[in-house]
């Protein structure tokens, strides 16, 4: 019986074969065949099996994959949808390689797929109290300085405990320094056999100093690097194969030999015997090529620690105490005792705990390590904070507004945390070619014996097994899988700290091809913060403090930019406020509601139209004197009659002109898109020198102008703030919105200004560029690496330069292979963007 099954979950080429695997162990099943692109597994069984069966099968091995029938639009519900561990930080690892794409592990080990020690996540948490403990009796302990109630000793700090990363660096430093000190001895000893007079002799024959080699090699073999053993046996055991897999096959050849050459030297040809007798061993070829892979993994464990050096640095922002008002009191608090709309006061030089706004007092702030701008913000009362920037020199109060997790730092730091574990779209290349690769390099290898067996000088076969563990050790696959990772780590984090949040890693391979680049007008070109300028009267019967009391009304519940502005003007201007009912927003038109039984409407002409009230001439004359300033003018109805207007100005961010010169230089067609009319269009284009523009657009207008680029072979980004840009957000290549935006339009976006500020999107661009450059030349060394090392190490330099590649030159090579991958990703800590 065959049967086709859809299968949900698989992000790569390791997931297909975990999935084949893990299906090909339920008992009568013959055979599985899963196939990555369909994201279907054809079963091959004995007897119909339930799909019931296959189903706990998967969910037992920890849920990450689904399979269900074919067609079958699986929705999964909250109840019986199976969660991953959350990702938490401490405790939580990941593969550096993201073999099965994020999947995340509860403890740690190495991958199941490549063999690579599973890294820790970095913990999230914003702040931890410092906490004091007695020397003497460790069981005290106190949330501040003080001395012991047992003894009267002052107490000390409490350590923090050992990370899982550096217990792992400090565990291999213990086994690299014991490979060491016994793989030294045996190689002094194996090296003294060049020596014509070979002082080592004169105190005992070969043989014995065979057997001392053999001795020393115990530790290292099966103490100190017996992990990779482990990791090769179940790299074959479960067809996984990977970098440990040579490594094992390679140095175990290379010991068991000289193991058997000891034990049993009469099966050996003479080929392989010295003049003594003695059977050549290679005790020191194994043992050093074993601690040479040690040593890369060492450095490469210490390496490591450096790619998510942007995240602690953001941890170490937030302050863990703050000063909090109580009764009129300063009271120093927790940072985790916070709550909504706590006063809080900043003294001068202290970090601001949490996010909120300015009640009482003025200062300057320092945001740079938010939105990578080095000039201090002038704040005053009224004016937003965010956890984590500097105040300056004058102490101001505040009140909380988004505490503990809400916080612009807390979800900054989630951001980047998620978006370094994303997976580009270029990696797929690796994952194709490793899938290939060790059965490859394992075949090289047995060729590289027979043509030397065949053709090679004599000793023959020496020369031959030598160079087989040569090609075996030399052969890296590692390289090619963190040839990405690394780098979209790294540069994720550069971007956090020049304020640019990127969400995951497809964003900042699109970006690097971006040729046409979307902007919305309100809130991205201009500042975002209108003002009411004037309100005219079309009605005899109604004057303007009439208009605007049913202005403020409709307006009061309304969260748009243009509504606030108007309910902060009406405030000003001691304007009634009556209440509405019925109220409705019509996105992209304005607003309405019922207010003392009259049907008012607000907004432009296609909501005058919607509220079947017609505009005269007379009136869009009067609108367009405002709208050629750059100024926009809503209307005003009452009962489907058009009553007055409200004209409101909002300025042009003073970096926009320039952002947008910037943008089309670098070979970008920039399109202006908004909702406003033509003429304020017209105005605000002119003053940006922007041939291209649009106007009166409402959402679905942005999302099909998105879609008609799309059709023409234009690799598109929008920027955008409000609610009404999230479609086309969502439908773009890459959606950028501005921090200072609504929350639907950052969710709906890719990569997300914290600034606001179209010059991120110059920022954003650069570091895409700088990113996709150093992914592609670590993908380029490791495979030119590769395509180089394992023909050297075979031999092909032997009949012309007589040249051979030793098994311990190889291994020292294919340990900084990956340890050079991992140092070119960092320098893009360095990259100016």
Request: net charge negative; hydrophobic share 45%.
């Amino acid at each position: 019986m065959k049967y086709s099954y859809h299968i949900h979950g698989m992000t790569c080429n390791g997931c297909r074969s975990h999935v084949e695997d893990t299906l090909s162990k339920v008992d009568g099943v013959s055979k599985v065949n899963v196939d990555l692109d369909k994201a279907e597994a054809i079963i091959e069984m004995d007897k119909h099996i339930p799909i019931e069966t296959f189903q706990e099968t998967l969910k037992n091995d920890g849920g990450r994959y689904s399979i269900h029938h074919e067609g079958e639009h699986h929705q999964h519900s909250e109840d019986k949808k199976e969660k991953q561990p959350k990702r938490k930080g401490a405790g939580t690892f990941y593969c550096p390689m993201h073999c099965e794409g994020d999947k995340i592990y509860d403890k740690s080990g190495d991958c199941p797929v490549c063999g690579m020690d599973l890294v820790e996540e970095q913990n999230l948490s914003i702040a931890s109290i410092e906490q004091w403990t007695c020397p003497m009796h460790p069981e005290i302990v106190k949330d501040e300085a003080g001395s012991c109630p047992i003894c009267g000793m002052d107490l000390v700090p409490m350590k923090a405990d050992l990370s899982a990363e550096e217990k792992s660096y400090k565990k291999l430093l213990k086994k690299f320094w014991i490979a060491t000190a016994f793989t030294l001895p045996i190689f002094l000893i194996a090296m003294s056999e060049m020596l014509t007079n070979n002082p080592l002799y004169d105190i005992m024959e070969q043989k014995y100093w065979n057997w001392i080699q053999f001795a020393l090699s115990i530790p290292v073999v099966f103490y100190a690097t017996w992990m990779f053993f482990e990791r090769a046996y179940r790299s074959i055991k479960t067809w996984n194969l990977n970098m440990f897999t040579l490594i094992g096959i390679g140095a175990g050849v290379a010991w068991l030999f000289s193991v058997f050459g000891m034990f049993f030297p009469d099966i050996f040809p003479s080929q392989f015997k010295t003049e003594s007798g003695a059977v050549h061993v290679y005790f020191e070829a194994a043992t050093v090529i074993l601690t040479l892979v040690l040593l890369g993994q060492l450095l490469e464990a210490r390496a490591h620690s450096k790619t998510n050096s942007a995240v602690k640095e953001l941890l170490k922002l937030a302050p863990n105490k703050a000063i909090k008002i109580v009764n009129g009191e300063e009271v120093e608090v927790s940072i985790d005792d916070i709550e909504l709309n706590d006063i809080l006061k900043v003294k001068p030089g202290d970090k601001i705990p949490v996010d909120g706004v300015i009640t009482e007092g003025e200062t300057t702030i320092d945001e740079s390590m938010i939105t990578g701008e080095p000039i201090p913000v002038n704040k005053v009362n009224g004016d937003i904070v965010s956890s984590g920037t500097i105040n300056g020199n004058q102490s101001f109060l505040m009140k909380a507004e988004k505490v503990g997790s809400d916080t612009l730092l807390s979800q900054i730091i989630h951001m980047v945390n998620d978006a370094s574990r994303s997976r580009a779209p270029i990696q797929n290349l690796a994952d194709k070619v490793s899938g290939y690769f060790v059965p490859i390099v394992v075949l090289i290898s047995l060729i590289t014996f027979a043509v030397w067996a065949i053709w090679g000088p004599e000793p023959v076969y020496v020369y031959a097994f030598v160079n087989a563990i040569a090609v075996l050790i030399i052969a890296c696959p590692c390289a090619l899988g963190l040839a990405t990772p690394m780098s979209v780590m790294v540069g994720v984090g550069r971007g956090a700290q020049n304020g640019v949040l990127i969400k995951n890693a497809e964003a900042l391979e699109k970006m690097d091809k971006v040729n046409t680049l979307i902007v919305d007008k309100t809130g991205t070109i201009t500042e975002g913060r209108p003002t009411v300028e004037t309100v005219g009267a079309f009605s005899v019967t109604l004057n303007e403090k009439e208009l605007l009391k049913y202005i403020v009304s409709l307006n009061t519940n309304s969260e748009h930019p243009l509504a606030e502005a108007t309910v902060k003007y009406g405030k000003e201007h001691n304007a009634e406020i009556i209440k509405s009912e019925n109220f409705s927003a019509v996105t992209g038109k304005g607003v309405k509601a019922i207010i003392n039984d009259k049907k008012v409407a607000l907004g432009n002409p296609k909501m005058m139209e919607f509220a079947k009230a017609d505009i005269t001439s007379k009136m869009k004359d009067e609108a367009k004197s405002y709208q050629k300033q750059g100024k926009t003018v809503s209307y005003l109805s009452i009962n489907e009659t058009v009553v007055g207007y409200v004209v409101i100005g909002d300025k042009i961010k003073e970096t926009s002109a320039k952002a947008i010169k910037a943008i089309q230089d670098k070979g970008i067609d920039v399109i202006m898109l908004t909702g406003d009319n033509h003429d304020t269009a017209l105005a605000v284009a002119s003053e940006l020198n922007l041939a291209d523009f649009k106007a009166s657009m409402l959402p679905e207008d942005k999302l099909k102008e998105v879609e008609k680029l799309h059709k023409v072979g234009k690799v598109v980004a929008m920027a955008g703030d409000g609610i009404n840009d999230a479609p086309a957000l969502a439908k773009s290549d890459v959606g950028i919105a501005m921090g200072t935006g609504t929350d639907v339009a950052i969710e709906s976006a890719m990569i997300t200004l914290v600034k606001g500020d179209l010059h991120g999107i110059i920022k954003a661009r650069n570091l895409s560029h700088s990113v996709m450059k150093n992914i592609k030349q670590n993908l380029f060394f490791a495979l030119i690496y590769n395509t180089l090392g394992v023909p050297i190490a075979a031999g092909v330099l032997f009949p012309f330069f007589g040249i051979l590649l030793s098994p311990m030159i190889a291994a020292l090579a294919m340990s900084f292979s990956s340890v050079s991958v991992i140092v070119n990703a960092l320098r893009l800590r360095k990259a100016k963007i």
